[in-house]
């Protein structure tokens, strides 16, 4: 019954922007802990950026800092990841996540989170 679906990815030239979204069912993401996590080929799993329950913390890769922008719309049942100043190593599939926190806090481990998206392809060209 829970349901994360994420949208917006696509093909880009570096230096271009893209608006990742992740629509939720089956939850109500204002008890949650929303992150954003990548995969390329060949590679593992690394944690992109998160957004608190409240959305007044977030917390982002030093890899991305300054570039991406975690946002949450309560009302809607939506979170979203603004990528700005792409680069060819930010090509991978994103995903989605939701944490049931205890506290109103961000998390960077993957293992914490209890449900996740299919994931949305993103690829950005040089």
């Known amino acids: 019954q829970v349901r994360l679906v994420e949208s917006g990815g696509g093909l880009v030239q570096a230096g271009g922007s893209l608006r990742l979204s992740c629509a939720a069912s089956?939850?109500?993401?204002?008890?949650?802990?929303m992150g954003w996590f990548r995969q390329a080929p060949g590679k593992e799993r690394e944690f992109v950026g998160c957004?608190?329950?409240?959305?007044?913390?977030?917390s982002y890769a030093d890899s991305v800092k300054g570039r991406f922008t975690v946002s949450r719309d309560n009302a809607k049942n939506t979170v979203y990841l603004q990528m700005n100043s792409l680069k060819p190593e930010d090509t991978a599939i994103y995903y989605c996540?939701?944490?049931?926190?205890?506290?109103?806090?961000?998390?960077?481990?993957?293992?914490?989170?209890?449900?996740w998206g299919q994931g949305t392809q993103v690829t950005v060209s040089s």
């Open positions: 957004i608190s329950r409240s959305g007044t913390s977030t």
């Open positions: 089956g939850l109500s993401i204002s008890i949650y802990a």
């Open positions: 996540a939701a944490d049931r926190s205890i506290v109103d806090a961000t998390t960077t481990r993957a293992r914490e989170y209890e449900y």
